[in-house]
């Protein structure tokens, strides 16, 4: 698939305006690795092919498990996720499909059972973000399979 616009050339404010979200998540203190099952689960919602590419390389690099990764989509089922983890899947899967049901009640009193009212407001934003993500990449074709994880530190 051919890319139609490198959004990140044509308008870098776009782009750097994304990463400063980035930022903001990389700092906040939730768990990296919840983060990763989050960007993952929202990206296989959405079909976005390029950031399933990056974020499961992400993972992978971050010392996640390929069963962890291979599992998600059906979550539910598998007995890899804490109970944390799984409120937030709950939760991601609720904002990322927000006209199925607008963040039910019932959702919202499980992850409020696993996350602070701070963690809560950071992890809804790890989920705007990556469904931003999502619509940039899906919208625009971002080409997809050269990304690299950053080397670890």
């Known amino acids: 698939m051919t890319s139609r616009v490198r959004f990140d050339k044509a308008a870098p404010g776009v782009i750097q305006a994304m990463l400063g979200l980035e930022k903001y998540l990389h700092d906040c203190g939730l768990e ?8 993952m689960r929202a990206s296989q919602i959405n079909g ?7 974020h499961s390389k992400d993972a992978r690099a971050a010392g996640e498990t390929e069963q962890r990764l291979y599992l998600l989509s059906a979550w539910r089922e ?11 899947l709950e939760w991601t899967e609720a904002l990322t ?9 019932a959702v919202y009193a499980l992850v409020r ?3 602070k ?5 950071d992890l809804s934003l790890a989920i705007v973000a990556i469904n931003g993500w999502n619509r940039m990449a899906i919208g625009f074709r971002t080409e997809v399979g050269g990304y690299q994880p950053a080397p670890r530190k």
Do not use: N, W
């Open 32 to 39: 990296s690795s919840l983060l990763h099952l989050v960007q």
């Open 48 to 54: 976005c092919a390029y950031c399933l590419d990056m």
């Open 78 to 88: 598998a007995p890899f996720y804490s109970e944390r983890e799984r409120a937030a």
């Open 97 to 105: 499909k927000i006209t199925e049901g607008h963040a039910p009640e």
């Open 113 to 115: 059972e696993q996350f």
């Open 117 to 121: 009212e701070k963690e809560l407001a």
